[in-house]
């Protein structure tokens, strides 16, 4: 075959368009860099919300979160879970065995606690810097969760509780996340009000509420109307002290990170739950029983004797797994039997007024609309992506 050589300057122009051709053919198949294919690393610490006691992984808050995540940065988010039901916030000496920690989170237990968690969570990783979000919370387990469906319990006594339990613990479990974490923006959540004027106040409900009464010795009972008002009023102290105790402490260590020259942001939650969501209201955001109104009014006259069911989506699970942790245990008395039988219900129960899939999904906008503060900055998003725009993510 007859070669024909171009003249030099037809050889540049062809050597131009061929450049040109190849820019068109491969536009949009740009590499990506290096931190675009990195994936974005979450840890999540704390307690029952944090888990999603009751709902299946992919109705969790986190999940919800990790996927919004996914499809707003364009990158993927690998999940590292600690938390658990039950868990207390601990202090950094805390250095609990596998075996419990091997546990499935839906069985409540306080240990490992959450700074457990922490470690937990820095073995997991090759270097402590890939942690790029932790979602976190934490001391409602430290106060007793059971108190606040004990109307004995005073607005005043719940007050200082949380601010003891909720305040400088918490502060001091954000420092150390931060310190541990150097990398990590760090969103904590807050709690809701569990009973509410909007709660029912049928015959079912008083009962529940006698069932968890416990006056001090020689105290005069309440009648069922002051009960529920206590209730009511104990509920609404616990949301807006937790409320401000938390937020006072991501505050405190935010402001402490600007001033040092820090990347890091620590962020507060606030999940805003109104007076109907609270526990078996009329749009509660809360698991309750599944029961019909017969069985209930059995179960009023007869605690103990008629078997009380959960609505949420992993109650099967959750009583097979109490029952080979309590039923194998052995009691050498009929007062150890009956505390056995006890704690086998209060496991069996555990998912009762935790958020349900519309609950869940009201803490990932919360957490989502903190996110959108941060999430630019971060550096989470390719430039060829516009921030998300919706006043709500989900």
Sequence with gaps: MKVVALPAKQSALAAIAAVVLFSLLTFGQTPQSATDRQPLNLLVLGDSV???????????????????????????????IEAHSGAVIGSPED???????????????????????????LRAFASPAQIDLVLVDGCINDLDSRRLLNAANTRAGIRELAQAKCGAPVEALLRRITST?????????????????KSAND????????????????????????LRARLIAISSEWYQTSTQMLSNAARNV?????????????LFADVAFRPEHAFAATQSRLWGFDASA??????????????LRTD?????????????????????NPEQEQGQRDRLMRCRLAAVAHPNRKGAAMYADAIGNQLKLIIRE?????????????????
């Design 203 to 226: 015959l079912f409900m008083r009962a529940l509420a006698k069932r968890f009464y416990q006056p001090e010795p020689g105290a005069a009972r309440m009648n069922d109307k002051t």
């Design 95 to 121: 250095n609990h065995d596998d075996q419990v920690m091997s546990l499935d989170g839906e069985l409540n237990r306080p240990i490992p606690t959450v700074n457990d968690q922490i470690n937990n969570g």
């Design 50 to 80: 944090s888990w999603g006691q009751g709902l299946k992984d992919e109705h969790k808050a986190w999940y919800l979160v990790k996927r919004w995540l996914e499809q707003t940065s364009g990158r993927d988010v690998y999940e590292r």
């Design 294 to 307: 017969l069985r209930k009014l059995l179960i009023a006259f007869s605690f103990g004797h008629v078997t």
């Design 181 to 197: 974490f150097p990398m990590a923006h760090v969103i904590i959540t807050g709690y809701y009000p569990i009973i509410t004027d």
């Design 312 to 332: 949420d989506e992993r109650r099967n699970q959750r009583s097979e797994l109490c029952d080979r942790q309590f039923k194998s245990a052995f009691a050498e």
């Design 254 to 266: 935010d402001t402490q990170l600007t001033a040092n020259g820090s990347r890091q942001r620590v």
């Design 378 to 394: 971060a550096g989470w998003l390719r430039d060829s992506r516009p921030s998300a725009s919706p006043a709500t993510p989900f």
